[in-house]
C-alpha cells in the first residue's frame, strides 16, 4: 500500500462529503432548527427576555451542529464563519441595511402609505430581538454557511443549473413548448 491510499477518506465519509448529500443531511437540520427557534419565539411570545434565551440557545447548537459537520465530516476548519473581517463586514451591512430601510419607509410616506405619529419607548424593542437575532443568524448560516460554500467548493459538481437554463430561456421567451405562465392565467 502507498501513503496515498492510507489517506483517503472511507467511503461512507465520501458520501457524507457529496454536495446534495451535504446539502440535506447539513441544510435540513439546520433549517430544522431554524423552524423550532421560530417556534419557541411564538411560545415565549409575552415574555421577550426567555424568547431572545430560546433562540440564542438554538443559534447555539445550530453552530455546534454546523463546526461538528466541518470538523469531522469534511475535515477542514470552520472558515466561513470566521471572525476576521467580521466587525468591517457587520458595520458595512448594518449602514446598507438601515439606508435601505430608511429608504423604504422614505418611499412609503412619499406614497402616503406611511405615517410616523408619535415614539414609543425604547424597550418596545426588546421583543424584536428574538426575531432580528433568529432570522439573521440562520440565514447566515444556512446560505453562507451550507449553499455558498458548497457552491463555492464544487462549481463544476454543482452546474446542474445549466442544464435547466435552456429550458428556462424557452419558458420566458414563448418559445414553442415552452411553458407561458401568461397563456394559462388567460384561460381562467
Not at 472511507?10 to 417556534?39: C, E, K, N, T
Amino acid at each position: 500500500m502507498s501513503g496515498a491510499e492510507n489517506t483517503a477518506p472511507p467511503p461512507w465519509l465520501r458520501i457524507l462529503q457529496l454536495p446534495l448529500v451535504r446539502l440535506f443531511l447539513l441544510g435540513g437540520p439546520i433549517f430544522v432548527m431554524m423552524g423550532i427557534s421560530s417556534g419557541f419565539m411564538v411560545y415565549f411570545k409575552g415574555e421577550p427576555l426567555k424568547a431572545i434565551a430560546a433562540v440564542v440557545g438554538m443559534a447555539s447548537a445550530a453552530l455546534a451542529f454546523y463546526a461538528g459537520w466541518t470538523r469531522f465530516i469534511e475535515r477542514r476548519p470552520l472558515s466561513e464563519l470566521s471572525f476576521s473581517g467580521a466587525g468591517r463586514e457587520w458595520g458595512i451591512g448594518m449602514v446598507i441595511g438601515a439606508g435601505l430601510y430608511t429608504a423604504c419607509i422614505l418611499i412609503l410616506m412619499a406614497l402616503g402609505m406611511y405615517r410616523i405619529e408619535g415614539l414609543n419607548p425604547w424597550t418596545f424593542v426588546i421583543p424584536a430581538i428574538a426575531m432580528a437575532l433568529s432570522s439573521g443568524f440562520f440565514e447566515e448560516l444556512f446560505f453562507r454557511g451550507c449553499s455558498l460554500s458548497l457552491r463555492r467548493r464544487h462549481a463544476r459538481q454543482l452546474d446542474f443549473a445549466g442544464c435547466f437554463c435552456p429550458r428556462f430561456r424557452s419558458c420566458a421567451s414563448g418559445e414553442p413548448g415552452g411553458y407561458d405562465n401568461r397563456r394559462d392565467l388567460h384561460q381562467h
